[in-house]
């Protein structure tokens, strides 16, 4: 982090924001956690899909083609695939809350521009 001195009295940081290399991009579809016995914040991000089933058995029809499922494996309806997980305290939930609040305010915004333009919701 580097200081620099605006005119005036007026003190200002400069971050400098680096991607390693195995950045990962999440699609999140939302979390679950709590606190930890220290007291900070646990969040563990999850994505959700349909369960692939562990195996299933088809029927082959005579143009030897697969026909209707006759057995399936399958032990849950929705998996729910935990991407990454965070843990901060308050004072960073609080950064987070307002962020989140800007930018829910941003593509609302933008949801009503689309909308006038478009006659439909984008979201």
Same mark, same amino acid.
């Given at each position: 982090?580097?200081?620099? /001195?605006? &005119?005036? /009295?007026?003190?200002?940081? *400069?971050? #400098?924001?680096?991607?390693?290399?195995?950045?990962?991009?999440?699609?999140?579809?939302?979390?679950?956690?709590?606190?930890?016995?220290?007291? &900070?914040?646990?969040?563990?991000?999850?994505?959700?899909? +349909?369960?692939?089933?562990?195996?299933?058995?088809? =029927?082959?029809?005579?143009? !030897?083609?697969?026909?209707?499922?006759?057995?399936?494996? !399958?032990?849950? +309806? =929705?998996?729910?695939?935990?991407?990454?997980?965070? =843990?901060? /305290?308050?004072? *960073?939930? !609080?950064?987070?809350?307002?962020?989140?609040?800007?930018?829910?305010?941003?593509?609302? !915004?933008? +949801?009503?521009?689309?909308? #006038?333009? *478009?006659? #439909?919701?984008?979201?």
């Amino acid at each position: 982090m580097d200081r620099e /001195n605006e &005119t005036g /009295n007026q003190e200002v940081f *400069t971050f #400098k924001y680096i991607f390693p290399a195995d950045l990962r991009e999440l699609h999140v579809n939302g979390a679950y956690g709590g606190l930890a016995p220290d007291g &900070t914040i646990r969040m563990d991000l999850f994505s959700e899909r +349909q369960a692939i089933p562990n195996s299933e058995k088809r =029927v082959v029809k005579s143009d !030897k083609t697969l026909g209707e499922v006759i057995e399936e494996d !399958k032990k849950y +309806q =929705v998996v729910r695939i935990v991407q990454a997980c965070i =843990v901060f /305290n308050a004072t *960073t939930a !609080k950064s987070f809350v307002n962020w989140l609040k800007d930018r829910i305010a941003e593509s609302e !915004k933008y +949801q009503d521009e689309v909308s #006038k333009l *478009t006659g #439909k919701r984008t979201d």
